[in-house]
């Protein structure tokens, strides 16, 4: 037996091997919040090219051609643009979006006259610019040529950049021009199939718990059934996505892409989880109390639902959060459903295409416009605020419901 | 909770597979970015039709989906980022497809990069064999091959800088390196003559010859996943990366094209087919659902208009390059006559 001295040195030691440990830990968790932070911040922001705007009295606002008309009064600007190529690269400052918010604009124009400078959505390629991603080499930045840059210069010149709150990111779907897309499409899609996933896995899985537990005898047969639980959950998602592929669209031929299957799918990979869960926090509740209520007349399943499920319940909802916080980050089975697709549209239902956030993350990450970088940063900041806004409230419900006996 | 489960059990047995208002699509990646820069301005354009889905599963699983049979659980059109084969036509046909409409799009550019700040590259397409596959001749006397050696860029051939060879690229899987095998090695397989006659004799050993990448570590592989090989290079300079031309474009500020065979890879190059490791993009549609499915026959016109793919058109702001005015005139004509595949 060694001395009470180097008993507490090796204690020492340990705990220091502890804190290396969790410090280390901290550290790269650290460095990866930094990278996602620094890169995606400046997604938040935008762009904007201000044109001086006049409409004299006398014209239907409502009825102007908006993209001509935006054009005509950036020439009256630049009076020096006169070839066809100058107008053209003049124009290349400004992204399809511009049109599209000048359209509303006079759509939404209280008055007759308009004069004045108005703000307007810049193309991606001016926005890496003006935000420093791609720098400058003599008079030519990324893709900006010469030709465009000496608008660009004069433009800054009038001090007509400036930088605005990203309204499309949170606000739009899925586009081409990075400048345009948004991850609201994704994020319906994914609360869509979480709460398919949820309403789903939650009520089959605590009831297969309880009756494993419970209900059935010890034998052979239940052996077995825990085994495959067991196995189940250790299953590589992927195969649940051709699982879902081969019942949900091929069998009961559910649309594709839709986040009804999505969600069942996903509902599928969650219930081994929360069947796992909800038997171990079964287990745990004290046999007295389910005796006390037996002894005092209760039936099985009185006992069950009156005592049982609601002693067990924090235990079963910190269980079902973790699988459904695991389902929320998943690509592999939405891949096999028609999932990870470009969709513009938002869905309106759990029955529309739809994408899920880490499926637009995936895909904006192999984009290549440079401006998809801090998007796709930007957009695993939304999908880690999610998941932080799940973990807290499985925290909360564990507190809450937590009962002292 | 009983009654929720209840009712979305009796949910899905009661969907009906009902007939679609939007255009499906399915196919290669490299093809996807144009596609969906076309389906955007297509649901933009107000003519009430609905943005087409595109799913981006690779040339070979979208022909797979297209082909699988008809009706509205089946893909409208799949994009290829090489020409359908012999095999999948048959297929189709086995599966009730008869007619499909071919359509070229355009060119896209294989390159071959390194970092700014690492040497230029001035290399040729048999370099590219020496270097990278897996068996090349002994040395020059007799027709035998050996497993390839070589470490260095000079070891190949000795004009070119005197770094290691390493290589990030695609995985097998990938279209992108389907093409730069055929392109690059298979290419430059045919400047050694012996070689070339013995394509003629046994073609699938001259196959196997020329389209085998080397496994030693020199060609990484780098997942289907161009940006990431550009970080690679640009954190080692005397690495050099294989990708598609619109991602040069994209970060000529980080990293450079190296000339091929006396030519630099540039917009102009490849159109007008210098520049040697070029591919056509293509995609198809399903004749039976025109009239079933709304808007395919606008999309397609979308897709063909000059406006599109004309020397001036949105798409080469995506980085696809124009085919000669020619060739994308007969594409365009038997995309409105709807056409059948001619092969």
Redesign the interface.
């Given at each position: 037996m060694s001395n009470i001295i180097q008993r507490n040195k090796s204690e020492k030691r340990f705990q220091f091997y502890g804190l290396l440990a969790v410090g280390l830990a901290i550290f790269l968790l650290l460095i990866l919040l930094f990278k996602i932070f620094s890169t995606g911040f400046s997604a938040f922001n935008q762009t904007y090219l201000g044109v001086k705007i006049q409409i004299e009295k006398g014209e239907n606002l409502a009825e102007l051609d908006a993209r001509s008309t935006l054009r005509k009064n950036l020439r009256n600007m630049f009076p020096e643009a006169q070839s066809r190529s100058d107008k053209k690269n003049l124009y290349s400052l400004f992204s399809p979006g511009a049109y599209i918010e000048f359209e509303e604009m006079l759509k939404a124009y209280d008055g007759d006259v308009i004069d004045g400078y108005y703000y307007f959505l810049a193309s991606d390629d001016l926005d890496m610019y003006f935000k420093g991603t791609?720098?400058r080499?003599g008079n030519s930045?990324?893709?900006i040529k010469p030709s465009q840059m000496k608008f660009v210069d004069e433009f800054v010149k009038m001090n007509l950049i400036e930088l605005q709150f990203n309204r499309y990111l949170l606000g739009s779907a899925d586009?081409?021009?990075p400048e345009m897309a948004g991850i609201l499409g994704a994020i319906y899609g994914s609360l869509f199939a979480i709460l398919?996933a949820f309403?789903?896995s939650?009520?089959?899985g605590?009831l297969t718990a309880i009756y494993l537990e419970k209900l059935t005898k010890q034998n052979a047969f239940s052996d077995l059934i825990e085994t495959n639980i067991n196995n189940l959950a250790a299953v590589p998602s992927i195969v649940f996505g051709l699982l879902g592929l081969a019942i949900?669209?091929n069998f009961?031929?559910?649309?594709?892409?839709a986040s009804l299957v999505g969600g069942?799918t996903l509902g599928l990979m969650t219930l081994p989880t929360i069947v796992i869960a909800s038997r171990s926090a079964i287990k745990s509740v004290p046999p007295s109390i389910e005796e006390a209520s037996i002894g005092l007349g209760s039936s099985k399943v009185q006992t069950i639902f009156n005592f049982t499920l609601p002693l067990a319940m924090p235990g079963i909802l910190t269980g079902t959060i973790i699988g459904i916080a695991r389902a929320i980050g998943e690509t592999a089975p939405l891949l096999m459903i028609?999932m990870?697709?470009?969709?513009?549209?938002i869905p309106q239902g759990p029955?529309d295409?739809s994408t899920a956030l880490p499926v637009q993350i995936f895909?904006w990450?192999?984009?290549?416009?440079?401006a998809f970088?801090e998007r796709t940063s930007a957009a695993i900041i939304v999908l880690l605020i999610f998941l932080f806004l799940l973990n807290i409230t499985a925290v909360y419900l564990r507190k809450k419901l937590e009962k002292k006996w | 909770?009983?009654k929720?489960?209840l009712f979305?059990v009796l949910l899905?047995?009661t969907?009906p597979?009902?007939a679609r208002d939007?255009i499906?699509i399915v196919g290669s990646?490299t093809v996807?970015?144009f596609?969906?820069?076309v389906?955007?301005t297509f649901?933009r354009a107000n003519n009430g039709f609905?943005?087409p889905?595109?799913?981006?599963t690779g040339s070979g699983g979208g022909l797979k989906l297209f082909c699988s049979g008809k009706g509205p659980?089946t893909p409208d059109v799949t994009n290829a980022s090489r020409r359908i084969k012999k095999s999948e036509i048959s297929l189709c046909a086995e599966n009730g497809i008869s007619d499909i409409i071919e359509h070229k799009i355009g060119f896209d550019g294989i390159v071959v990069a390194n970092s700014n700040n690492g040497p230029s590259f001035n290399i040729s397409r048999k370099d590219l064999y020496l270097a990278l596959a897996a068996k090349v001749p002994c040395g020059m006397k007799d027709e035998v091959t050996c497993v390839n050696e070589s470490v260095t860029w000079r070891d190949v051939n000795s004009s070119l800088p005197d770094i290691k060879i390493e290589v990030y690229g695609p995985p097998p899987t990938s279209g992108t390196r389907d093409a730069f095998v055929e392109l690059a090695l298979g290419g430059g397989c045919n400047t050694i003559p012996w070689i070339k006659a013995f394509k003629k004799k046994d073609k699938s050993s001259w196959k196997k010859l020329c389209y085998t990448i080397r496994e030693d570590g020199r060609y990484i592989e780098t997942g289907?996943?161009?940006?990431l090989i550009i970080q690679k290079l640009v954190s080692n300079p005397n690495a050099v990366g294989i990708f598609?031309f619109?991602?040069l474009?994209?970060?000529?500020?980080s990293v450079k094209g190296a000339v091929v065979d006396g030519i630099n890879p540039t917009f102009e190059t490849i159109a007008s087919g210098e520049y040697k490791v070029s591919r056509s993009l293509f995609f198809y549609v399903k004749k039976d659902h025109i009239g079933s499915i709304p808007g395919i026959e606008e999309y397609m016109a979308e897709f063909m208009s000059e406006n599109a793919i004309g020397d001036e058109g949105y798409l080469l702001d995506?980085?696809l390059i124009p085919m000669p005015k020619t060739i994308r005139a007969k594409f365009q004509k038997d995309s409105k006559s709807l056409a059948n595949i001619q092969y």
């Open positions: 791609v720098t080499q930045a990324g893709r586009s081409r021009n398919i309403v789903t939650f009520p089959l605590v949900f669209l009961f031929e559910l649309p594709r892409s069942l028609g990870v697709a470009f969709i513009v549209d029955l295409a895909l990450q192999d984009s290549p416009e440079r970088v | 909770m009983n929720i489960s979305l899905v047995m969907l597979a009902e939007t499906r990646s996807y970015p596609a969906t820069v389906a955007e649901g609905k943005t889905i595109i799913e981006s659980s289907e996943n161009d940006n598609g619109s991602f474009e994209q970060n000529t500020d995506n980085g």
